[in-house]
Each structure stands twice: as C-alpha cells, then as structure tokens.
T-cell receptor, first 112, second 114 residues
Framework: KQEVTQIPAALSVPEGENLVLNCSFT??????LQWFRQDPGKGLTSLLL?????REQTSGRLNASLDKSSGRSTLYIAASQPGDSATYLC???????????FGKGTHLIIQP | NAGVTQTPKFRILKIGQSMTLQCTQD?????MYWYRQDPGMGLKLIYY???????DKGEVPNGYNVSRSTTEDFPLRLELAAPSQTSVYFC?????????????FGSGTQLSVL
C-alpha cells in the first residue's frame, strides 16, 4: 500500500526566505506526483505536476523535484511572501483510475 | 468557467439521518472522485468513477454510496449518518488517467454529524 509522508508538519519562516518542503513515498511505481496548495475553508489548488519520467517542474517562484528511485520529492519556494501561507499537500498517482494518495500536508506560515 | 461545483458547503446532520452531497463539473471530464479529509490528515479516497454508469470503491467506502448517471454529476449518498462521518468532503475530476493530467477539486462540503 502506498504511503506518503510530508516533513515538516508545520513550518514558520520570515518573509523573504527560501524554503524546502519534503515529501516521501513508499512505492516508486507512480504515474505522477502533484503538489497542491490548500487555503483554510477552500478546496485544493494544483501547483505543479511532475510526470514519472520527469525530474522537475517550475512555475514562477516554485520548483518541484522528483527522485522516483528514492521515493522523494521536494517543493522549493523562493523569496517567500505572506501570501504563500497555506497548507501544502503532496500526492502521488500510481496509475490506473484510482486517483491520488495524499500526505498529511505541511502547514506553512510566512511571517511579515 | 465553474469547474467542479459542490453543494452544500456546510451541513449538520443528526445520527441516523441520510443526505446526498452534490458534485457537478462542466469540463466534460470522464474521471470523478470523492475524497474525505479529517482534521490534520491527508485526503482519503471514498469512491471514484471512470465514466457514466461506472463506479468503484476507494480506500474508505463503508457508509457511502455513489451513482454516475451523467458525465457531469457524481453525487455521494450517506445512509444512516454516524459521528465518524464528520469530515470535509471533496469532489474532484480529471479528463483521463494519463500521466500528465491534473485533478481539479471543488471547494468542499463540511459535514458534522451530531
């Protein structure tokens, strides 16, 4: 059974810092890995998707990497801003129709 | 562009009551999913569907039922609600199960069973 772990569970940093969120998964036979952002009382917004054949994806200040063989992904946020405060969820798709397996998330607070 | 729409946003049920959570998407996606999220936890898959008339169980299906009569709609039925079903429910969709396809999520339904 696929298990996804996210470290740290919570993180608080001053504005302007660069930071890294970590995600690990137990079964390397994945289709893709997605990073989501979740704001309180809201749904999930997809930030980045890395296909199993890819090593990284970038969008603006966000960069996600994937090392499938070691079962690890990182989400790098550059020059953090208070608006980045949210919970960040990592999820893997193992293939077929049965959706995503999620980690518990990292609750991120950026201090102004 | 509405995307994935869930209703209601909030609901309080008494133990033993039944209700249907509605989900509709206007993107003509074949794949639809229902997840639940308990406090401090990741999302867990309840049921999914790969097209109209086809549904299958996910990780935590007990106490729930689904149907998919149209491409657009994927309602989730709770029979005999229990306190353990207090959670936030999310519906999601994707066009296919291809490796480059993202899942699009609704804004969720917060359900309390008292």
């Amino acid at each position: 059974k696929q298990e996804v772990t996210q470290i740290p569970a919570a993180l608080s940093v001053p504005e302007g810092e660069n930071l890294v969120l970590n995600c690990s998964f137990t079964d390397s036979a994945i289709y893709n890995l997605q990073w989501f952002r979740q704001d309180p009382g809201k749904g999930l917004t997809s930030l980045l998707l890395i296909q199993s054949s890819q090593r990284e994806q970038t969008s603006g200040r966000l960069n996600a990497s994937l090392d499938k063989s070691s079962g690890r992904s990182t989400l790098y946020i550059a020059a953090s801003q208070p608006g980045d405060s949210a919970t960040y969820l990592c999820a893997v798709r193992r293939g077929g129709a049965d959706g995503l397996t999620f980690g518990k998330g990292t609750h991120l607070i950026i201090q102004p | 562009n509405a995307g994935v729409t869930q209703t209601p946003k909030f609901r309080i049920l008494k133990i033993g009551q039944s209700m249907t959570l509605q989900c509709t998407q206007d993107m003509n996606h074949n794949y639809m999913y229902w997840y639940r999220q308990d406090p401090g936890m990741g999302l867990k898959l309840i049921y999914y569907s790969v097209g109209a008339g086809i549904t299958d169980k996910g990780e935590v299906p007990n106490g729930y039922n689904v149907s998919r009569s149209t491409t657009e709609d994927f309602p989730l039925r709770l029979e005999l609600a229990a306190p353990s079903q207090t959670s936030v429910y999310f519906c999601a969709s994707s066009p296919t199960a291809a490796t480059n396809e993202k899942l699009f999520f609704g804004s969720g339904t917060q359900l309390s069973v008292l």
